[in-house]
């Protein structure tokens, strides 16, 4: 019979639309929306009923491999003073697709020989892809990916270039946000160590 | 082909073209070089007596050192096989080569974008337009010698970064350098397009005699054009249609609204930059794209990636080509009026799979995922549970649901059943690939006629209609989506633990001369790099085989004697990505 195809379509709406209502029930009392555990579960491949999320009150938390922006890291001395993590090396400068990681190696005044750390280091937001690649394969583990993704400003032709105070973030900044691949890079910096100091006393 | 099949057909072409044909000797290369006079002589036997059915590809190269331009024809038989590869070589300042639109009509955008993009003039094609670039552009961009706006250098990376990295912003240096041409004589004011008139032309007038249409009414035949800004293209895209009355008699698309040159990106990048690059092709699927220029790229290494990385590679992929596929079905249904319900229903299902692409690359679109013998990291332990609950249980119901939901529809059915009707015939001649291929009744799939990766270890079927129409496009990628989830369903049971990398990551590959041509089945069909390498980190070519690009070019076939509201309909079944098309 004609129809048949279309009543059953939208038998599949209504049960969407109820499925809406029973979602609601399930929440009853608790709370479906501006509740971390039931934004979880709505999210997940549990999620019955409305799918969306209310933002900006709710706001979906990100996976720890989630990429926006790199941010630098430095280690915090227990005298308070910083040391930048990088060596200004340029691997990220070149392997950066869109080029637009700007760093600027200082030398010794004395010697002549390049000084380990950047004296300015920059990064166009504008022009940054997001690819991660910087973080990827910078060898001292100096420039990651970070969560930061709200960053409408009203300004954007000096706003968006970064120097290394916007970029720079303390260690602890990255351990909070990516602590497996933190725990993971500390694990293997001390092997390493460890490996050292077993050669040093070999000799 | 085996070494045996390759040296009997070797002969048998030089037997039927002595002196017309020579193996490409250089290092790295493959397939025959052909004489420029006899190329179409040589495509048609080979079509008609060998069975080459299917021109993949056609790209050209300009080999600036050697004073040459070359292009080059992938070949393939319907019937599954590896490539036969033919070039045909020209002088640079005055690159002439025949067309081959006669033989194979999927020649047609193809030449023109060689024509728009490498200057090279194909004799005998019937339209040649620019296609990706506008009129008034001066050049030919893909040229080795020219140079963009805000030339820097030959290749990435730049001197200017490191170490003594002044930065300045692109938009405060000259805006428009000296790398900006045009003609002395050219004033904007006075400059006429000649191209749109060319196009309007192009689309002809079918006179039924003393201006009278069909039924004999005396009616005006009208131009439409549908976009650059329409709802129904799906992005910057435009068809200008000729109506007589309500039916189409003429259809010319219009594309190269979102064109950035992507190839000349990519002969600036290095290797490993463009693969975040790929990406932006076709944004839905970045992991297929990924894929394919990976492939592309390791072959020329002569490099294979570990185990698990093989397998998360297909994982991701068929994730990939459900998420396209669901997609397409929901805008397929916007296209035909039912204004996004469908469509939110199904993105409900996407928006739990980008989760994983999040959790596994650190981005849902744009994931810059594979790399050069293996993948960028490790799969999360809990994204592949989420990944078993979702290819087990629920994306099988939802997909259950969308078939009960969709397929019977009566409106839906009338909408689509005998509209935009592709032969067999016109699909192959036409290079259609995907599933507009597989709906008119070509059962051709990468995935099994020339098995990439370890795609010959699954259990799967090649989805294939007969009718090749709209509603077997959307049935064709219905089912497709239930093999993909049972390829995954496979590939989650039996992924092995170990490496994902092979070798040392390194952030400056070292790629040998040669050339290579890697393709996958992407969702929308035969996606395909075409790599060329000097030696230097830079690529020398670098050439994408956009399926959303080449399964346009059938659509005037498909739409004449439609309904205008059908092309809407037509356009949304073969399904384009307009960062692919336009590239
Ligand atoms: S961030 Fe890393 S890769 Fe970049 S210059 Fe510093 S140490 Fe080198
Ligand atoms: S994320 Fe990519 S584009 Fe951005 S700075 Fe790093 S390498 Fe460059």
Redesign the interface.
């Given at each position: 019979m004609?129809?048949?195809?279309?009543i059953?379509?939208l038998?599949?709406?209504i049960k969407?639309f109820l499925e809406t209502y029973v979602d609601d029930l399930r929440w009853l009392g608790r709370g479906r929306y501006y509740n971390e555990d039931a934004l979880k579960i709505r999210?997940?491949?549990e999620?019955r009923g409305v799918?969306t999320v209310q933002y900006p009150e709710e706001k979906l938390s990100?996976?720890?491999?989630?990429?926006y922006i790199p941010f630098l890291v430095y280690e915090e001395n227990p005298d308070g003073t910083r040391e930048d993590r990088c060596t200004?090396c340029?691997?990220c400068?070149?392997?950066?697709?869109p080029?637009c990681?700007?760093?600027?190696?200082s030398n010794d005044p004395e010697t002549g020989r390049?000084i380990p750390a950047p004296t300015?280091f920059?990064i166009?937001i504008d022009?940054c892809?997001?690819?991660?690649?910087c973080a990827?394969?910078c060898p001292f583990d100096a420039i990651k990916?970070d969560h930061v993704y709200e960053l409408a400003s009203y300004e954007r032709?000096s706003a968006h270039?970064y120097n290394k105070e916007r970029l720079s973030k303390p260690a602890s900044y990255y351990a909070e946000i990516r602590p497996k691949n933190y725990a993971r890079e500390e694990a293997a910096r001390a092997e390493k160590e460890a490996l050292k100091a077993a050669k040093k006393k070999k000799e | 082909m085996t070494e045996k099949e390759t040296v009997q057909l070797q002969d048998t072409l030089e037997e039927k073209f002595p002196g017309a044909i020579t193996r490409d000797e250089r290092q790295g290369y493959e397939g025959y070089i052909v004489e420029t006079a006899k190329l179409v002589e040589i495509a048609k036997s080979l079509r008609d007596d060998m069975g080459y059915d299917y021109l993949s590809s056609v790209t050209g190269v300009d080999y600036l050192p050697d004073d040459k331009m070359e292009v080059v024809y992938h070949l393939y038989r319907s019937a599954g096989g590896p490539a036969l590869t033919l070039k045909v070589q020209t002088p640079r300042d005055d690159s002439v080569v025949p067309s081959l639109v006669s033989i194979y009509p999927g020649a047609d955008f193809q030449e023109r974008e060689a024509w728009d993009l490498l200057g090279i003039r194909f004799e005998g094609h019937p339209d040649l337009r620019r296609i990706l670039l506008w009129d008034g552009f001066h050049g030919h961009p893909l040229r080795k010698d020219w140079q963009e706006p805000f030339f820097e250098a030959e290749g990435k990376p730049f001197k200017s970064r490191w170490p003594q990295g002044e930065i300045r912003r692109i938009e405060d240096t000259h805006p428009f350098g000296k790398n900006v041409h045009y003609p002395s004589e050219f004033t904007p004011e006075g400059w006429v397009p000649e191209g749109e008139a060319a196009l309007y032309s192009s689309l002809g007038k079918i006179d039924h005699g003393n201006g009278n249409n069909k039924q004999g009414l005396e009616t005006d035949q009208i131009v439409v054009n549908l976009g650059p800004q329409h709802p129904s293209t799906h992005g910057v895209f435009r068809m200008v249609v000729t109506l007589d009355g309500e039916e189409i008699v003429g259809l010319k698309p219009v594309m190269g609204y979102l064109h950035r040159n992507h190839e000349k990106i990519g002969e600036r990048n290095t290797y490993l930059m463009n693969m975040p690059f790929t990406d932006r092709l076709d944004y839905l699927c970045s992991m297929s794209n990924n894929f394919g220029y990976a492939l592309a790229v390791e072959k020329l290494m002569g490099i294979k990636p570990p185990e698990r990385a093989e397998y998360i590679r297909v994982i991701m992929a068929e994730l990939t080509r459900v998420v396209n596929h669901i997609w397409a079905i929901g805008f397929l249904l916007n296209d035909l009026g039912a204004f996004f319900t469908p469509m939110l229903y199904v993105i409900n299902e996407r928006e739990l799979i980008l989760d994983i692409f999040e959790a596994v690359s650190g981005s849902r679109m744009m994931c810059n995922y594979f790399r050069f013998g293996g993948v960028a990291r490790d799969i999360p332990e809990d994204a592949l549970e989420t990944i078993k609950i979702l290819v087990n249980e629920r994306l099988p119901r939802k997909v259950d649901e969308l078939d009960l939901y969709l397929t019977g529809n009566e409106i839906v059915q009338t909408r689509a059943i005998g509209v935009g009707v592709l032969t067999k015939q016109q699909a192959l001649a036409n290079s259609a690939a995907g599933p507009v291929l597989r709906a008119s009744g070509v059962p051709y799939d990468v995935r099994r006629a020339d098995p990439y990766s370890i795609y010959d270890r699954f259990d799967f079927d090649v989805v294939v209609r007969y009718n090749g129409d709209v509603y077997d496009r959307y049935l064709v990628r219905l089912e497709e989506i239930r093999q993909s989830l049972r390829i995954l369903k496979q590939a989650v049971e039996s992924i092995p633990a170990g490496e994902i990398q092979t070798g040392k990551p390194q952030y400056q590959v070292r790629v040998p001369a040669g050339e290579a041509y890697g393709r996958v089945e992407a969702p929308k069909g035969e996606l395909g790099f075409y790599v060329v390498s000097n030696g230097k980190p830079n690529p020398w070519r670098y050439h994408v085989r956009a399926p959303s690009f080449i399964n346009l070019t059938p659509l005037e076939e498909m739409s004449i004697g439609q309904k205008i509201a059908d092309v809407v309909a037509i356009l949304g079944s073969i399904d384009i990505v307009l960062g692919e098309t336009d590239r």
């Open positions: 004609y129809g048949i195809g279309l059953k379509g038998g599949v709406t969407h999210q997940s491949t999620a799918f990100v996976p720890e491999e989630f990429r200004s340029g691997i400068s070149k392997v950066c697709p080029q990681i700007w760093i600027v190696r390049p300015e920059y166009d022009i892809m997001n690819c991660g690649l990827e394969y990916m032709s270039i | -």
